[in-house]
C-alpha cells in the first residue's frame, strides 16, 4: 500500500520507528527496507544511531532524528520533534532555512495542540497518533480510520499513519489524507 501513497518531496510514505523498549537496534529491520524508505529514530544509543546514519547514507533511506537537532545535523539527516523534549531546535531550524537538503522537519501530533504547532513550525510531515490500538501506548484511545482522517485533514500538512498500522489495519485509512505508514510492531520481527 505505501508504493501507492504520495509523500512530501524528500520524505518516505514507508517508515520504521525505533522504540527504546521495543526495538533497540533497528539495524537489521532497516536494512530490510526498500530504497527511498524511511528511519525515524527514537532513543538510540549513539552508536547505534551512527550506524544507522552510515546504513541510511549506503541504502538510499531518508532518516530522522527524534528530539535532538544537533544529533540530526551531526549525522546529516532530519529531525523529529515529539510533542515534550526536545533539543538543538534553533541550529537546526537555522540549517533547515539555509536550504540543507537533508535538513526535514516532521512532529508527532497526539493531540489537539499539534495543529497549531504545525501551522507554526511548518514541517513536511506530521506523524499522526495512535492510529489504531497499539502495544506502545496499552489502553489509550485510538482514532480509528474517520477521526484519523479528519485530523489529517485539520492538520494542514502532510500525514503518517503510526499506531498499530500494520498490512491489514494501514488499508482501512482513507487514503485521501494519508501520505504515509509508521510501524514499529510490524517490522521489528524477522
Not at 544511531?49 to 552510515?54: C, T
Not at 537533508?102 to 493531540?111: D, I, N, R, V
Amino acid at each position: 500500500m505505501a508504493r501507492r501513497l504520495k509523500p512530501p518531496p524528500g520524505y518516505a510514505a514507508l517508515w520504521l520507528v525505533s522504540d527504546p523498549v521495543r526495538l533497540p537496534d533497528p539495524l537489521a529491520a532497516a536494512a530490510r527496507l526498500p530504497r527511498g524508505a524511511g528511519v525515524l529514530a527514537r532513543g538510540l544509543a549513539p552508536a547505534i544511531l551512527a550506524a544507522l546514519a552510515r546504513l541510511a547514507r549506503r541504502r538510499g533511506l531518508v532518516l530522522l532524528v527524534a528530539g535532538d537537532g544537533r544529533a540530526a545535523l551531526r549525522h546529516r539527516a532530519g529531525l523529529h520533534l515529539p510533542e515534550r523534549g526536545a533539543s538543538g531546535l534553533l541550529p537546526f531550524l537555522a540549517a533547515r532555512r539555509r536550504g540543507a537538503p537533508f535538513a526535514h522537519l516532521t512532529l508527532a501530533a497526539h493531540g489537539r495542540p499539534a495543529a497549531a504547532r504545525a501551522r507554526r513550525l511548518r514541517p513536511g510531515m506530521v506523524f499522526l497518533s495512535p492510529a489504531f490500538a497499539t502495544d506502545s501506548h496499552p489502553g489509550a484511545t485510538a482514532l480509528g480510520p474517520l477521526r484519523w482522517a479528519l485530523r489529517a485533514r485539520r492538520m494542514g500538512t502532510p500525514a503518517a499513519a503510526l499506531g498499530g498500522v500494520s498490512a491489514v489495519s494501514a488499508g482501512r485509512l482513507p487514503r485521501r489524507w494519508l501520505r504515509g505508514l509508521a510501524a514499529i510492531g510490524a517490522f521489528a520481527h524477522d
